[in-house]
């Protein structure tokens, strides 16, 4: 297993057009997350999934954003009608949920500009 | 929500000095924990703790969790070049999927 993977690593579109994430968590990892991090901030947490259902959405996700994971393995995240404030860069995290285990694997990221 | 406040915010260093940095909350954290950011790359994770009072080495980076629970230190020793990023520390409370991050420290090593 190579670790997460993020697709694309870059991607820039234009005001007002919808944009698809996508992420490959590590196989035996069964949570999966989404963050947030824009320049100079740390990241912020968006939403996480236990294998196949999303349990927790932060404030940050708004009504233009969904994340999906259906089959518990790979997981999406659309945003819609791209605002310029939604540029940042979205990365991906999974853990293997068990006692005493917190730590978190983060992919590469996919830095999304909107102009 | 918990803010993480992390100090200092750069550092420039040269090479084969210690460095030490740290991190503060309002909040209390069961777990804190440090990660490394290269640029372009997601975080990727130093150290761990768990424990109020402990105190965690990995390799050259030695990292405590303060005893009140609200805040942690990271120190390098014998800096080299490639320990150039920004570096994060991040707590969670018992609702362990949601890590808060401070804002980093960003360090320069000189040769």
């Known amino acids: 297993d190579t670790g997460v993977s993020q697709d694309p690593r870059h991607k820039i579109t234009k005001r007002g057009q919808n944009v698809t994430f996508r992420c490959d968590p590590i196989s035996e990892h069964n949570r999966l997350y989404w963050y947030r991090q824009t320049l100079g901030q740390g990241p912020e947490f968006l939403t996480y999934?236990?294998?196949?259902?999303?349990?927790?959405k932060s404030r940050l996700l708004s009504d233009r954003f969904s994340a999906e994971r259906p089959k518990g393995s790979f997981s999406t995240l659309e945003i819609q009608r791209t605002e310029q404030g939604d540029s940042a860069m979205y990365l991906c995290a999974s853990s293997l949920f068990d006692e005493g285990n917190y730590g978190y694997t983060f992919g590469s990221g996919t830095r999304l500009t909107v102009v | 929500g918990q803010q993480l406040n992390q100090s200092p915010q750069s550092m420039f260093i040269q090479e084969g000095e210690d460095v030490s940095m740290n991190c503060t909350s309002s909040s209390i954290f069961n777990t804190w924990l440090w990660y490394k950011q290269d640029p372009g790359e997601g975080p990727v994770l130093l150290i761990a703790?768990?424990?109020?009072?402990e105190l965690t080495s990995n390799g050259r980076l030695t990292a405590q969790f303060g005893i009140t629970r609200k805040d942690s230190f990271l120190n390098i020793s014998a800096s080299i070049p490639s320990d150039v990023g920004i570096y994060f520390c991040?707590?969670?409370?018992?609702?362990?999927?949601?890590?808060?991050f401070g804002a980093g420290t960003r360090l320069t090593v000189k040769p």
């Open positions: 991040a707590g969670q409370t018992s609702h362990d999927y949601d890590m808060r």
């Open positions: 703790l768990y424990k109020a009072g």
């Open positions: 999934f236990q294998n196949e259902a999303q349990l927790e």
